[in-house]
């Protein structure tokens, strides 16, 4: 795909964007595939980050505005949504991009959770989904036939023991989204998640044992691990009209790692691994 021309798969749609902080943002990067395609959309994060991130970039870049919002408070949420109808009308597409951790930020292990702490957890990385589109049904802020994606991640259905509490978050993420999803679909609205491979985000290699988690899944992916731009340029075909009849999914964009058993490359790294072991005994 020639990335300096889009296919205007997404011309005259509006949408909302949560979550970008910088250029390694999945977030980002779908920002700047949804207006090579044609859209125009808003720019959401918490205020934390507008003040650290690099938002007022990105929206420069697009042409887009920024409206800052704390997604655990409701009515920050509904502010967001009736801004959104203000500057670009109904919506055709939102993203979902918002997850964070205190435990994983204080190294706090699973079996040793702060229950308010998880709360938070709960709150920003699942349950502020809910309250989007809550809002969004309550403002009529959606047009028939929008889509709604949040990126997940493949810890929903395996444990991945560092990523501690955010794997109970993921996993409610995708139980909202069919929630909602079985109650749009009425009015042909979409909701998916997507779950991507290990992405050398921000937030991703925040997390510790990350870059053990992105060789490990590197190996094992027959194609590999997709970028944030590649992910990018797959949400826009679930935002355009070529996927109207996909909902309730939770769809791996992972190169093949949630299906591959085990691959070459570890079977041999796994015995020169085993061969070391034995001559250094």
Known sequence: MD???????????????????????????????????????VLSNAPIALRYGKLQELADKTDSIIIGCDVTDYKQV?????????????IDFVLHAVGMSPHIRKDIPYEKLNYKLLQQTLDISAVSLHKIL???????ALNDGASIL??????AQRIFSKYTDMNDAKALLESIARNFGSRL?????????????PTKTSAGTGIEGFNAMYEFA??????????????ADYCVTLFSDLT?????????????????????DLIFELAELRKSKQSNS
């Open 3 to 41: 990335k300096t021309k889009g296919h205007g798969l997404l011309r005259g749609k509006k949408g909302l964007i949560l979550g970008a902080l910088d250029e390694r943002s999945i977030a980002w990067q779908v920002a700047e595939a949804c207006k090579r395609e044609g859209a125009d959309f």
């Open 78 to 90: 509904t502010e967001l949504i009736n801004g959104t109808l203000e500057r670009v009308g109904k």
């Open 134 to 140: 809550k809002a969004c049904v309550e403002q009529d």
């Open 150 to 155: 949040a990126l997940s991640y493949i810890a």
């Open 185 to 197: 679909a009425k009015r042909k609205i979409r909701v998916n998640t997507v779950s991507q491979s």
């Open 218 to 231: 590197e190996k094992l992916s027959p194609l590999g691990n997709p970028t944030a731009e590649d992910c």
């Open 244 to 264: 109207r009849m996909v909902t309730m999914q939770n769809l791996f964009h992972d190169g093949g790692f949630v299906t591959n058993g085990i691959s070459e």
